[in-house]
Each structure stands twice: as structure tokens, then as C-alpha cells.
Nanobody
């Protein structure tokens, strides 16, 4: 079992930055993939970014490329999502998810992740 806890959400003005953290406990994290997903009101949950902690490979949704950066610290069992240049459209509840995901193309699918955090709210005002 893996337990995930997100933190770092909040209210920020457009153009601002936030850093989300996803802390894992219960199992060694280093051979997992971790994804960030978000869900805005009235919309389906969507993929934001993912990282393979063994190789450090990263993947991003087109909507956040160049603005968001995902990184991992295996020693701390924590994955971060640095969000710069935030826009009102980035307003959502952000979730991190983890699992062994062997195929890179699977990383964007929430169905490939068994472990989820409770979510953290990000609100970007215009």
C-alpha cells in the first residue's frame, strides 16, 4: 500500500506560481511512476504531468508545457509540481497518483494508477 498526501495548493493571481508536493508513505517510491491530474468544476479529471522515478523521465499535457515542471526526490519520497505562469484555466483540484506503470503511453491515463491522494485546491484569480 502507498499513501499519498498532496500539499501546496492555494489562491494565487494570474501569472503567479505555486509548488505542489506529493508525499508518499508505506512503500519505497523509487520504482513507481507518479502522475498529477486535475479536475475543474463541471469537468472530467485530466492529465497534467507524470514522472518515472526510476529514470526521471517526464511527460506533460500540452496545456502546461513550458509552465509546469514535475520533479522527484526519492530520498524524501516526494514528487513536486512547480507551476509558473498560472492562468485562471488552471483552477482545479489537483491530485497526485502513483503506481508501477511500465508503458510510457499509459502514464496519461488515470486508470493506470491505483494509489491516489485526497487532492489540493488551486485557485487562480484573474
Amino acid at each position: 500500500q502507498v499513501q499519498l498526501v498532496e500539499s501546496g495548493g492555494g489562491l494565487v493571481q494570474a501569472g503567479g506560481s505555486l509548488r505542489l508536493s506529493c508525499a508518499a508513505s508505506g512503500r519505497t517510491f523509487s520504482n513507481y511512476a507518479v502522475g498529477w491530474f486535475r479536475q475543474a468544476p463541471g469537468k472530467e479529471r485530466e492529465f497534467v504531468a507524470a514522472i518515472t522515478l526510476s529514470g526521471g523521465n517526464t511527460y506533460y499535457a500540452d496545456s502546461v508545457k513550458g509552465r509546469f515542471t514535475i520533479s522527484g526526490d526519492n530520498a524524501k519520497n516526494t514528487v513536486y509540481l512547480q507551476m509558473n505562469g498560472l492562468k485562471p484555466d488552471d483552477t482545479a483540484v489537483y491530485y497526485c497518483a502513483a503506481d508501477r506503470v511500465p508503458i510510457p503511453s499509459w502514464l496519461t491515463s488515470e486508470r493506470r494508477y491505483a494509489y491516489w491522494g485526497q487532492g489540493t485546491q488551486v485557485t487562480v484569480s484573474s
